[in-house]
């Protein structure tokens, strides 16, 4: 062949070489960007058909096809292409509540490994870890240097360099964003070690809401499994006994593979507001999901139910005086009964944060004067349950509230806060982290 | 046909004989190895070391590979003079490319198998329920086939070029490949224009090497399609490997010994 013909056909295959890349690169992008649900093998047409129906909400084009599951057994698998816009998105609102469909096996949301945002990298100390980071990049032994840097991390922490903690743990998320105790973990340190620290009750929360914003932050990376999930609810019911926050991520958890017990949790959260109806709701829910096994739920409903639910109906009525009668006949009767069965008396917890909550919708419900002296009854029932257990954290917050809203801050012991901190906190600082001048050093004693 | 055939025969066996490459397939093995008994630093997460580790091992052995075959089988036949004899046989320019492409290629499938059997044994080893799916082969394939690029960008930069500069060119474009999402973000978010057009550029120009990583994919249990990697991904590396080899040749036919 001429020579000149051969250099013009070499020239054309670079040039088409060139054009074909774009698509081949194109479908490569969707094949990665593809949520996939693959069901069990005896899912029903109705179950893949549910599936179906939550993407096409979403926007999606869901098709099904066959798909082999983890175990190699034939089945079906809806697969929904993500547009375009959404392909460096995390893909966690697509999946979300997926597993709540009967019959799915697994959700996969797609085998893109989604951009770390440049703007993360800049946060890093680059001392520190940054070059590490981008090392580990490049080289590709991302998961190596996540560990090695994580067992720095260990190290610092239990050396006393907690504060080094959170750009290491970052850097380790970043490196192995699927290394779901990286998260867990960095969250327990600040919300529970670090802020027990603290040195002053606002920079307990500040570090509380650090350790739950980084949990947050894994969420997108680790959406299939509960433990994150759990984690922050944990923090919000354990912690902060945010019980209304704690029973939202303990719903989210339950929504993906997870043990027994997150049912009772969102029950015990609702428990303890109290919302009595939700809580009963949720043992059924656990004992129908659990049966007889599940002796903790049984219990639970048949205490609930003679102490404090003909309360909570006269409640939900708007019938406050009923309610409180009530709730305090229902109480002492099973006080006597434990009584008379040689048992220990119940926790009043529930039954303190009961009268709160009744004093707090009567004066809600009341105007003019009135109002303030019914809010002063629902401080004082607050309070009274604060006093009867310090840990307390839900009434103590109430407090708190109550009294910065009518302005009854002087009724609040020196010190009082709702973080977990002992109210002599301020008693062991030096004085300038009191904020008080540092005192003259003593002269030199003659010789 | 018959003339590829016969130096790629040629490069293979001269490829074998040369012991930097048992170094590398040595140093391949001590990777796998080393990630088996470094698992242990990862409590409860073993068996995703043993994945992460070992796979990026294999990534950068075939990547010492394509850089010490492709950057030095042309220069070095240049310079002893060797390419004559052969050109001065009935071998057209670009049957020697190809030849010498596949005969190095055919090397890289032999210590890539090699090390493949200790992987899939190491993966079988730690993964809790000892099953070896099907997407652990498609990533070692996915990984011979990023080779296979990695390789021809070799080939295409000595045809040109010296050794030690195809080398560090090669890495760089190892480098740029790898990070390709990076480099894209670079050019959509920098402030300078020159800096925004020189990394769309490079995003565009230099293969996406994450095409081909099924890390994350084995990490999370995500299954893998065999018709993925027939389809796109090996379609991708064709028209990589012809578009190089194309440029290599008629870089190759103007260059005068």
């Known amino acids: ?447 | 046909m018959q003339a590829v055939l016969a130096i790629a025969k040629a490069t293979y066996r001269e490829s074998i004989r040369q012991r930097v490459l048992l170094v590398v397939l040595l140093l391949g093995l001590l990777l796998i190895g080393v990630s088996v008994a470094f698992s242990y630093l990862s409590t409860g997460e073993e068996f995703r070391f043993v994945v992460d580790f070992g796979l990026t091992g294999f990534i950068l052995i075939g990547l010492g590979l394509a850089v010490i075959l492709g950057g030095f089988m042309i220069p070095t036949e240049i310079d002893r003079r060797i390419v004559f004899t052969v050109l001065t046989k009935p071998v057209s320019r670009a049957q020697y490319l190809w030849g010498k492409l596949l005969g190095a290629a055919l090397t890289i499938l032999v210590v890539d198998v090699l090390m493949g059997v200790a992987f899939v044994a190491a993966y079988y080893w730690k993964q809790p329920q000892h099953n070896v799916p099907l997407a652990l082969y498609l990533a070692l394939v996915a990984v011979f086939l990023q080779t296979l690029i990695l390789l021809a960008t070799a080939v295409f930069l000595s045809t040109i070029s010296s050794s030690a500069f195809t080398v560090i060119a090669t890495g760089f474009v190892y480098i740029v490949g790898s990070v390709n999402k990076y480099v894209t973000q670079l050019s959509q978010r920098g402030d300078s224009v020159l800096l925004k057009t020189v990394f769309g550029v490079l995003a565009k120009v230099i293969p996406n090497f994450q095409n081909f990583d099924l890390r994350q994919a084995l990490l999370t249990s995500t299954p893998v399609d065999l018709g993925h990697l027939a389809g796109p991904v090996l379609g991708y590396t064709v028209v990589y490997v012809a578009m190089l080899m194309a440029l290599a040749w008629l870089l190759f036919n103007e260059r005068e010994f």
Not at chain 1, 3 to 11: E, N
Not at chain 1, 432 to 438: A, I, L, N, V
């Open chain 1, 1 to 447: 062949m001429n020579s000149s013909v051969t250099k013009r056909l070499a020239w054309v295959l670079v040039v088409a070489a060139v054009a074909l890349q774009f698509p081949l690169q194109e479908s490569i992008d969707r094949y990665r960007n593809t949520i996939r649900v693959i069901m069990y093998p005896d899912a029903r047409d109705t179950d893949i058909a549910q599936a179906q129906a939550r993407f096409t909400e979403l926007g999606l084009q869901p098709k099904v096809v066959s798909a082999r599951g983890a175990d190699g057994r034939p089945t079906k698998a809806v697969l929904a292409p993500l547009p375009r816009a959404e392909w460096s998105a995390t893909h966690e609102k697509y999946i979300r509540g997926l597993h709540s469909v009967p019959r799915v096996n697994q959700v996969v949301a797609g085998i893109n490994e989604q951009g770390i945002p440049l703007d993360q990298v800049q946060q890093l100390n680059i001392q520190d870890v940054g070059i590490i980071v981008m090392a580990a990049l490049i080289g590709g032994f991302r998961k190596s240097a996540a560990n090695v840097l994580w067992l720095q991390n260990e190290e610092n922490w239990h050396s006393g360099k907690g504060y080094r903690t959170i750009p290491l743990a970052r850097a380790v998320t970043m490196l192995d964003p699927n290394f779901v105790d990286a998260w867990v973990l960095t969250c327990w340190h600040l919300a529970y070690n670090m802020s027990v620290e603290a040195k002053s009750p606002d920079e307990a929360a500040s570090l509380i809401a650090q350790g739950l914003k980084f949990a947050e932050e894994g969420i997108p990376w680790n959406s299939t499994t509960y433990e994150i999930y759990q984690e922050i609810g944990w923090t919000y019911y354990d912690k902060l006994q945010n019980y209304e926050r704690a029973a939202e991520y303990m719903k989210q958890a339950i929504e993906h593979r997870h043990p027994t017990y997150l049912e009772r949790m969102i029950a015990h959260s609702y428990e303890r507001l109290p919302e009595i109806d939700k809580a009963l709701k949720w043992y059924h829910v656990s004992q129908q999901k659990y049966g007889e096994a599940d002796q903790t739920a049984r219990g639970a409903i048949e205490t609930i139910t003679e102490r404090y639910l003909n309360a909570w109906q006269l409640f939900r009525r708007g019938d406050y005086d009923g309610a409180e009668r009530q709730l305090e006949s229902d109480w002492t009767a099973a006080c006597e009964r434990c009584s008379r069965a040689g048992r220990t008396l119940p926790s009043s917890t529930i039954y303190l944060h009961f009268r709160a909550r009744i004093a707090e919708a009567r004066a809600s419900a009341a105007k003019g004067g009135e109002r303030a002296k019914l809010y002063e009854q629902a401080f004082s029932a607050w309070m009274a349950a604060a006093k009867e257990n310090p840990s307390d954290r839900l009434a103590r917050r109430r407090v708190l509230t109550l009294a910065d809203n009518f302005g009854w801050k002087d009724r609040v012991p020196k010190g009082y806060n709702d973080v977990g901190l002992p109210e002599n906190w301020a008693k062991d600082l030096a004085p300038e982290q009191r904020g008080r001048s540092k005192p003259a050093p003593a002269p030199a004693k003659k010789s």
